[in-house]
Nanobody, 115 residues
């Protein structure tokens, strides 16, 4: 059974940085996409960034140039480096693992950016 464990959320002032981590364990396909989504109060969950097992990335327009997604060499941990944070980045951030026949979500980690 695959599990996702997230860490790294917290409270930061506008302009600051945070780094989120998501470690996957269990039976993981060599072909997969790992990503970060976020959901602010009263809003729908939205894609922040994702990275394929071959290293292809894509980002939401709102975070381009500020956030960077990466994976470790074993490709079981995904990171989201968030710089120049804005109050509108405040949300619960969820890790996602999509494989050929399954999709899994992490438990979510709160990111709060104060103005």
């Amino acid at each position: 059974q695959v599990q996702l464990v997230e860490s790294g959320g917290g409270l930061v002032q506008a302009g600051g940085s945070l780094r989120l981590s998501c470690a996957a364990s269990g039976s993981i396909s060599s072909l997969n996409v790992m990503g970060w989504y976020r959901q602010a109060p009263g809003k729908q969950r939205e894609l922040v960034a994702r990275i394929t097992s071959t290293g292809i990335t894509n980002y939401a327009n709102s975070v381009k140039g500020r956030f960077t997604i990466s994976r470790d060499n074993a490709k079981t941990t995904v990171y989201l480096q968030m710089n120049s944070l804005k109050p509108e980045d405040t949300a619960v951030y969820y890790c996602n693992l999509a494989q050929l026949t399954s999709e899994l979500w992490g438990q979510g980690t709160q990111v709060t950016v104060s103005s």
